[in-house]
């Protein structure tokens, strides 16, 4: 496998940080980017909004449709044996959302979980950022066994403050979007609804696959160093005594 291939195994005999998150059960396709991934982040919402509209603005149910159809989404999963933190994160996350308006009344709150957590999510890249730890290289560092090694690495720092500085952009951008639609109140729930849905697993996978750009050559000049560091350095000839010298 050449060299410059992400997922070829760097000198030292470690994976690469494409192989390793390629090889972990939490990053396969089918959990991440599958069906059940997208579905859990837009059908309940979009149920919800439906039925809401459709049906004279009953809040109870439309919450009871959302809940449902999340239910149903985790029932889905568990038949399919997928990881059971994604069953309940999802089917937390609605019922959170529903618990939420239903608490308050206003059908626009079951939107108010999206946004704090896109709040807690961006100030946490921010301050990361600030304190010279960016989130996305512990993340990297953590899933590809690297630990903080990269902290040493002046280009690698700056490659993960950059790509970090991407999620903080993806964070405010959402906020940006969703927020005045939210504090319209339920006259604008259909476009919150739709800026919600084009705004998850669209945004991110287009910051995932920018962040991977910018990374990717300071990685490998990273790991290009470590094995060039760690490679056995031929012994010196032994010279022989000279019997004469005897």
Known sequence: MSQSDPGAPDRTGRQSWAQAIASDERFRPQNVLGPGALLDAGLPLALFTLVYTAAGRDLTLSLWVAIGSGLLLGVVRLLRKEPLQNVVAGFLGVGLAAFMANRTGNAEDVFLPGLLINIGYGLAYLISI???????????????GQGTGWRSDPALLRAYTRASLLWVGMFALRLAVQLPLYLAGESQIGWLAGARLVMSWPLFLLVAYLSWLIIRPAYRAHQDRIGATAAPSSPAAKTDPDPADG
């Open 130 to 144: 600030l304190v010279r730890w960016p989130l996305l290289g512990v993340f990297v560092g953590l899933v590809t």
